[in-house]
């Protein structure tokens, strides 16, 4: 391996350890909590070496973002592969998706409340983003109704989750009435 391959190496680790760190932190204490020196103490690097890897914490709660992407995609997909049955599949993906939002808030609100710097529907948008999206779109699509636009569709199912997620977790909803809400949901929107 030469030099070069092995600060590469070295570096990608450094970046993977600040990410990991912001995001515990965060899921700790809140995003708040998540600052330079703060992540610069817990990962024993000077201040300096964390502005080598990421510009600020908008950059860092991009990275985050994008991990959450990843994992967001994951979890629909696993969640929805064993249902045959679309309605099933819309059902598993609403459960999945508020889980997600559930387990990880520190999480959901860089992919979703905070500014990563990212950009959202657009030409420029990162990969994992597209595909968190794109993992919505497989089993929202064909629930949509003839002459509705599958990826319009999962912006409004997707709009919906997020407004139940967002509310559930400011205990703005009654969490007895947390699967009637999947249901009425995809009752309502799935065709």
């Known amino acids: 391996m030469s030099v070069h391959e092995r600060k590469q190496r070295e570096q990608a680790v450094r970046e993977r350890?600040?990410?990991a760190t912001a995001r515990e932190l965060a899921e700790q204490q809140g995003w708040d909590a998540v600052t330079t020196r703060?992540?610069?103490e817990r990962i024993e690097y000077s201040q300096p070496v964390l502005y080598s890897h990421f510009r600020g914490k908008r950059e860092i709660i991009g990275a985050v973002a994008l991990q959450g992407a990843t994992e967001l995609a994951e979890a629909v997909r696993a969640a929805t592969a064993a249902e045959t049955?679309?309605?099933a599949r819309v059902t598993a993906l609403a459960r999945a998706y508020l889980d997600f939002a559930a387990r990880h808030p520190a999480v959901y609100d860089a992919l979703f409340q905070l500014?990563?710097?990212l950009a959202y529907a657009q030409e420029d948008t990162p990969a994992p983003?597209?595909?968190a999206f794109a993992a919505l779109m497989e089993s929202?699509?064909?629930v949509a109704g003839d002459g509705v636009d599958p990826g319009l569709f999962t912006e409004v199912f997707?709009?919906?989750l997020h407004g139940v997620a967002t509310l559930t977790r400011a205990g703005r909803l009654l969490p007895e009435y947390a699967e009637l809400r999947?249901?009425?949901l995809v009752d309502r929107l799935a065709v």
């Open 85 to 87: 049955d679309p309605r």
């Open 17 to 19: 350890l600040i990410v």
């Open 38 to 40: 703060r992540l610069a």
């Open 140 to 142: 929202l699509s064909e």
């Open 158 to 160: 997707w709009a919906s």
């Open 129 to 131: 983003l597209k595909d």
């Open 182 to 184: 999947v249901r009425l």
């Open 115 to 117: 500014d990563g710097g």
